[in-house]
């Protein structure tokens, strides 16, 4: 089993900035794509950013130039970098990592438990 634990959250005034973490621990052979997803009340889960294994980066456009996304391969490790924050980016930020695990090995989504980021006008 893989489980991602995220940290980071909390409440901020608008323009500040927050550093979401997640890192993931148990029987990981692999991880290819980890991610960040956000989710309001009422409404699905959103992507915000994914980052490939190489580096590769994609953002939703309302975070784009105000996010950054990066990892640490070595520690099974995702950061979200969120600067400019507004009251729009209030939600819960979930982390997700496509793993690798158990025996036989099978390629997984697992998903953090969610931390509450609040952004305040």
């Known amino acids: 089993q893989v489980q991602l634990v995220e940290s980071g959250g909390g409440l901020v005034q608008a323009g500040g900035s927050l550093r979401l973490s997640c890192a993931a621990s148990?029987?990981?052979?692999?991880?290819?794509?980890m991610a960040w997803f956000r989710q309001t009340p009422g409404k699905q889960r959103d992507l915000v950013a994914r980052?490939?294994?190489?580096?590769?980066?994609n953002y939703a456009a309302s975070v784009m130039g105000r996010f950054t996304i990066s990892r640490d391969n070595a520690k099974n490790t995702v950061y979200l970098q969120m600067n400019s924050l507004q009251p729009e980016d209030t939600a819960v930020y979930y982390c997700?990592?496509?793993?690798?695990?158990?025996?036989?090995?099978?390629?997984?989504?697992?998903w953090g438990q969610g931390t509450q980021v609040t952004v305040s006008s």
């Open positions: 997700n990592a496509a793993a690798l695990s158990g025996l036989p090995p099978l390629w997984y989504d697992y």
């Open positions: 148990g029987r990981i052979l692999s991880i290819n794509d």
């Open positions: 980052i490939t294994r190489g580096g590769a980066t």
